[in-house]
């Protein structure tokens, strides 16, 4: 069955060309004719989210994980507006998704129509590429090039893109057969060109005798094993990742917060000072190593990535578009052996830290980083592990990752608005189970995530409730003054018992290490529905905690 409307078909026969099959549909009239095509389909795999801004964030989770393109689906009016965060995170996290909204004709536009508001180009700012196809038939050719030119964006850039189409009624009237066609064409995905005159550079710089790379967000086994044995084995370069970067190497610093501390108390900066700077992947989380290295710049800054070259440290020299295993391999062979122990002189400092972080751990009391803790070490492995922005990521890098996890976290713009819709979208396509680690403010605010039919069994959320924004407690603020408790912290007494009866979660509760480690042997076994572990912390505790940690490091 398909739509009479040929703009409509068009598409659906365009997405289906493309092999874009993961479609989100919202509920709406003016989407009616696309809707009515993709879910009458087999070859589109459906889900309706009716909360915009949530169907982003859930689509944004399945292209995550997929790696490829998936679309979201919206009626006329304000509807659009509410994916603009998720399109914001794809764009900064170079994340395919595909927004195809609805519209009015413009001879409705700005008239007093109703549900109409300025839809063309409304995402433009952080879109690849965007279109507003047109309704009348004779433009049919058109519409192929335009839908071409925007389906090609998304796959060959890895950004989001935005495809307007405006509808005149009738809208529900549906044929057996489409009137119009759609013509495939690929484009041409251009291998870029690496510079030899920087390549020849970068490997007279490889003398140099301090080299440190540091990796930011990765997919999973994104750096094959023979270039990883080949950064561990160089005695001139020193690694630091943090667990987004999903890489497991005992000899790699995966701790930075934790590693720098010290080296601040100590003055020792002006030692740890690299000579050259190698960036790999995406965002960086630690504050500490930014404010570092802009502080202490390399001579040199080199970023390797297929896509983003920042120049976050104000020094960048180059940036390489390509993988770091194809660079490796391209220029390894031409690299001079250096024998400076850069790398042996802080990892031996970085063991001390260890020691001194790990006595410290054993004696705190009941708080989140005691909770961060007991997390850490019960999550078993395999698993896809989701975390939530602000205090819970920056948490998570204060313990090491275990092979076999996979960890993400919406970094591109480090929002709280979507983190549960990200993780449903991820688990549904993911074979591993699912956890989510997030904060009371993260979850609350995107509790209609939990309004979704498609949470697999053995999806888990474990919800870290301090009663408010903690993070805000740790910052350099003034916690004395009358509006911070209402106004930045905003405190709160909600729990999400409630929520977890309404939405058919297992919801069990902790306040206590004792309760934690007893609740935790059991609930990552839990398979009969999703389940909700809610642990709730000191709130005025908790910061003074964690600022005894870094304190004690020295």
Avoid at 7 to 34: E, F, T
Avoid at 166 to 180: A, H, Q, R, S
């Amino acid at each position: 069955m398909f739509p009479e409307i040929p703009l409509a078909q068009q598409i659906l026969l365009a997405c289906k060309a493309k092999n874009i099959q993961h479609i989100v549909l919202s509920p709406g009239s003016r989407n009616a004719p696309l809707t009515i095509g993709f879910a009458s389909d087999s070859f589109f795999s459906c889900y309706s989210i009716v909360d915009e801004r949530c169907a982003g964030f859930f689509a944004l989770g399945i292209a995550q994980q997929l790696r490829q393109p998936v679309a979201v689906v919206c009626t006329s009016g304000s509807a659009l507006l509410n994916y603009y965060p998720a399109v914001s995170e794809a764009y900064y996290s170079h994340i395919p998704l595909i927004v195809i909204s609805a519209d009015r004709p413009i001879s409705k536009i700005d008239i007093g129509d109703g549900q109409t508001i300025h839809q063309r180009n409304a995402l433009s700012s952080h879109t690849a590429y965007n279109t507003n196809l047109s309704e009348n038939e004779c433009d049919s050719s058109y519409n192929e090039y335009l839908l071409n030119e925007a389906l090609n964006t998304a796959s060959i850039k890895s950004l989001p893109v935005h495809i307007n189409a405006p509808f005149e009624e009738p809208l529900y009237k549906t044929i057996n057969t489409p009137t119009v066609t759609f013509t495939n064409n690929n484009g041409v995905s251009n291998e870029p060109l690496l510079n030899n005159d920087f390549i020849n550079q970068f490997i007279k710089n490889w003398i140099f005798p301090k080299k440190m790379v540091l990796i930011g967000v990765l997919p999973p086994n994104s750096i094959a094993q023979k270039w990883i044995d080949f950064l561990k084995n160089d005695p001139s370069v020193l690694v630091l990742t943090e667990n987004t970067a999903n890489l497991v190497e005992e000899s790699f610093i995966d701790m930075i917060d934790t590693f720098l501390t010290p080296i601040e108390k100590r003055n020792l900066q002006e030692l740890l000072q690299p000579d050259v700077l190698i960036s790999v992947g995406g965002m960086v989380i630690s504050k500490k190593i930014k404010e570092f290295l802009r502080k202490y710049p390399p001579k040199v800054h080199y970023y390797i990535d297929e896509h983003v070259g920042y120049d976050t440290f104000f020094s960048l020299t180059h940036h390489f578009k390509t993988d770091i295993n194809t660079f490796l391999s391209k220029v390894t062979e031409e690299l001079p052996p250096i024998t400076f122990s850069y790398k042996e002189i802080w990892l031996s400092l970085y063991k001390e830290i260890l020691k001194k972080r790990n006595n410290y751990l054993e004696n705190i009391p009941f708080s989140d980083m005691k909770v961060y803790e007991a997390i850490f070490s019960h999550i078993p492995t395999p698993y896809h592990i989701q975390i939530s922005n602000s205090a819970a990521i920056r948490y998570a890098q204060l313990f090491h990752s275990k092979a076999g996890w996979q960890i993400f976290c919406n970094r591109g713009t480090s929002g709280i608005d979507g983190s549960t819709s990200t993780a449903i979208g991820a688990s549904i396509v993911q074979e591993l189970p699912t956890l989510l680690i997030t904060g009371d403010l993260s979850f609350f605010y995107n509790s209609n995530a939990l309004w979704c039919n498609y949470i697999p069994k053995n999806f888990k959320i474990i919800l870290i409730n301090n009663s408010g924004g903690g993070i805000f407690r740790i910052l350099p603020t003034d916690k004395e003054t009358p509006f911070f408790e209402t106004f930045q912290e905003t405190v709160h007494n909600l729990t999400a018992k409630h929520l977890c009866a309404m939405f058919g979660f297992t919801y069990l509760s902790a306040e206590n290490t004792e309760e934690i480690s007893s609740l935790l042997e059991s609930f990552f076994y839990k398979k009969e529905t999703p389940c909700l572990l809610e642990i709730f912390t000191p709130r005025k505790l908790n910061d003074t905690v964690l600022k005894n940690y870094f304190n004690t490091l020295v």
